[in-house]
């Protein structure tokens, strides 16, 4: 029997008030973790469900215990008052999962500046932000022998064109997180703290990927393939587990996760759409 999990660690998730990073907050509470959510969604959106207080209610319900924290990640000050009330809550940080994301799979004509400016500060900015800030618990948990890691949901790095070709504003936002995980692998690795990257083969159903014309979510997975698969990560060593790029099935397989139906959408379905970034 394992003896891996993630009982009482706490777990500062951005994005969380659904999709992922809810999947993920809710697998952790499973052990018995305590979860710092940060998301800016507060109030009921018919289009996107899913609020703070929501995600908070699943996470409680799924044995965790949860702080709820409106934060946009793009604000420095928002952001350190996060981590000062999750400090102050649960004595302090062992984990970051950096999963807050904004999209556009916009050529550069149809990407106005604003948008640009959103996905570099979501991105980019918001996960360097979270990282910096979260840093000095990290040290502190790294020191005390908590198992320290930083999780970037983030793709694996590749310079072919074609990943760039028509989005080149969204590609180098998200590989911006992944830069951030190559560098921060190397700069944290003497601290003791990992820090990875992990990526979906296929689309995910998520209520983001809704709004995108076209996408038929029937023929996606669901999120907990990725909660799953972060899992393994987090409660890995975080001596020996850093600098990766993982990809979820990939990841699964290594840790005796073969049959991968329970995350189909459609239960028997083999034809799922691929997601970017992967060759």
Known sequence: ????????????????????????????????????????????????????????????????????VQTDIRDENAVAAAVKA?????GGIDIL???????????????????????????????????????????KSAQTGRNPHVLNMSPPLSMKPHWFKHHVAYTMAKYGMSECTLGHAAEFEPLGIAVNSLWPRTAIATAALQMIPGVDLALCRKPEILSDAAWY?????????????????????????????????TPGNTNFIPDFFVD
């Open 233 to 265: 990560i987090l409660t890995s060593d975080a001596k020996d587990t850093t600098g990766n790029f993982f990809i979820d099935d990939e990841l699964l397989a290594e840790n005796g996760v073969t049959d991968l139906d329970r995350y189909a959408v």
């Open 86 to 90: 999750a400090v102050e809550r649960f």
């Open 97 to 139: 999962v950096n999963n807050a994301s904004a999209i556009s799979l916009t050529p550069t004509p149809m990407t106005p500046m604003k948008r640009f400016d959103l996905m570099f500060g979501v991105n980019v900015r918001g996960t360097y932000c979270c990282t910096q800030a979260c840093l000095p618990e990290l040290i």
């Open 1 to 68: 029997m394992s003896t891996r999990s993630l009982a009482g660690k706490t777990i500062v998730i951005t994005g969380a008030s659904r999709g992922i990073g809810l999947a993920i907050a809710k697998r952790a509470a499973a052990d018995g973790a305590n979860l710092v959510l940060l998301a800016k969604t507060v109030d009921p959106n018919p289009k996107r469900p899913g609020t703070l207080a929501s995600a908070a209610a699943e996470v409680e319900a799924a044995g965790g215990q949860a702080l709820a």
